[in-house]
């Protein structure tokens, strides 16, 4: 994982749900973990979840708060 790969999927938004529009830093934590016990969507978005949802197992959202875009 390389920081520009990261700080992207950070900044977009879920697509799709209860937290449609929402940058994917900003999920919460319960919702990640339960398509974690579902299986994350194929392709990208499904890659991008699952980088956030080990971002907020390992602690590291208020680390990466800083890379979220202003206009969000």
């Known amino acids: ?3 520009n790969t990261l700080a992207i999927a950070i900044n977009t938004p879920m697509p799709f749900g209860k937290y449609a529009g929402r940058p994917l830093l900003l999920i919460p934590e319960p919702y990640l973990v339960w398509f974690k016990q579902q299986g994350f969507p194929n392709g990208l978005l499904g890659e991008q ?3 956030i949802y080990e971002v907020k ?7 990466l708060m ?4 202003s206009k969000n």
């Open 57 to 63: 197992r390992n602690g590291l959202e208020e680390l």
């Open 66 to 69: 800083p890379l979220l875009n």
């Open 1 to 3: 994982m390389d920081s």
């Open 49 to 51: 979840l699952a980088m």
